[in-house]
Structure formats: structure tokens, C-alpha cells
């Protein structure tokens, strides 16, 4: 069986691509809307031995989000519709029996609910899987620390290929350096270098 895993090398993504291994072929899958090159996310995978795909995203996704974290003042709905609009896009876009991602049971977003989840699951004849769902931040932490190599600071310093770092360049080219800062919270960003 084949899963394609969102991919944005960071811990929570790797992690849960580690979890499938066993029972899945993965292909860890990059979305973008090629505003960033996706660099990052190829050599994590290329380090931990995955093979990686791109699958390209829908600009006017972007700017829909992008208008509406600026008019909300934070990223939170924004982020959410770009994330279901990946799921469905990498389930769309892949041969895979099952898409997943690493989104886990304390994240306030991006989420997938269940209808999405089944809603993805009967469009696209999929298997949706969100490994780290029931497991918390502490409980991930001690199992990235067991496995992997990761480097950590400020989201604006951590090189990753996500759609948050793609979102905060066309927010700032959209409504200048300061709306970034008054719409992403600082907070700690990971990216992953290899396994121990």
C-alpha cells in the first residue's frame, strides 16, 4: 500500500511519515503555490530516505487565504483553508491508497474534521490518516528526540516548504513586512535533518 504524507519537513510531518513506514509505502508530498522552492522539504526527505513529490496548489487558494488572515488579523482561517484545499489537492493529484499528514491531537489548526475526512475519503477513494492525532505535544517531542535530527528557532529564521512560510511572503508583498508581524504570533518552527 502507498501513502502520501503532506510534507513540510518538520518534526510533526516526519514523525508521522516515521509511524507509517512499517505499513505503508510513503511518499512524503510537498504542496505548493510556487511562490517558494520546496527545497527544504526534498532534502529532508532525500536525508531520512523517503522519495518526495510536489503537487502544486491553486494561487487563487492563496490569495483567499491571504485576504482573510489580513482582514482577520490572525492566520488561523487562512491556514485551515489551505490545508484542507492540499488534502484534497494531494488526494487528487496522487495514485496513493491513502493520504495523511501530521497534524496532531493539540493542534488548534490546521485540522481536518470528520466529514472532510470522509468527504476526501469517498471522492477521491482514499484512505484519510492522521497518525499523531491522538498524541500530544510532550509525547511527540520525547519521540522526535528518539529519532530524529532537528534543528529549531524563530518560524521567519527556520527554512521549511510549507504553505505558512508561502502565505507570510505573499502577505508581505500584498500588505507590506508589518502586516506579517501583526498577523503570525511568534513561535518556534522545526525543521528536520535526518534520523539518529
Known amino acids: 500500500m502507498r501513502a502520501a504524507l503532506l510534507y513540510s519537513a518538520g518534526k510533526d510531518s516526519t514523525l508521522a511519515a516515521l509511524l507509517l513506514e512499517d505499513f505503508y509505502d510513503v511518499t512524503l508530498v510537498t504542496t505548493s503555490f510556487g511562490v517558494v522552492d520546496p527545497e527544504p522539504a526534498r532534502e529532508a526527505a532525500a536525508a531520512l530516505g523517503f522519495p518526495h513529490e510536489t503537487v502544486e496548489l491553486d494561487r487563487a487558494v492563496a490569495r483567499e487565504a491571504v485576504s482573510r488572515m489580513y482582514d482577520d488579523g490572525y492566520p488561523r482561517n487562512g491556514i485551515q483553508?489551505?490545508?484542507?484545499?492540499?488534502?484534497?489537492?494531494?488526494?487528487?493529484?496522487?495514485?496513493?491508497?491513502?493520504?495523511?499528514?501530521?497534524?496532531?491531537?493539540?493542534?488548534?489548526?490546521?485540522?481536518?474534521?470528520?466529514?472532510?475526512?470522509?468527504?476526501?475519503?469517498?471522492?477521491?477513494g482514499v484512505d484519510y490518516l492522521a497518525p499523531l492525532a491522538g498524541i500530544g505535544r510532550g509525547a511527540i517531542d520525547d519521540m522526535v528526540a528518539e529519532r530524529l535530527v532537528v534543528e529549531t528557532g524563530p518560524s521567519a529564521e527556520i527554512p521549511k516548504a510549507d504553505y505558512e512560510v508561502e502565505l507570510r511572503s505573499l502577505l508581505r508583498a500584498e500588505h507590506g513586512a508589518g502586516a506579517v508581524d501583526e498577523v503570525f504570533p511568534e513561535h518556534t518552527q522545526s525543521r528536520v535533518r535526518g534520523r539518529r
Open 81 to 124: 483553508r489551505v490545508h484542507e484545499h492540499a488534502v484534497e489537492q494531494v488526494a487528487a493529484a496522487t495514485d496513493a491508497d491513502a493520504v495523511a499528514d501530521g497534524t496532531r491531537r493539540d493542534d488548534r489548526v490546521p485540522t481536518v474534521d470528520r466529514p472532510l475526512a470522509q468527504s476526501v475519503e469517498d471522492r477521491f
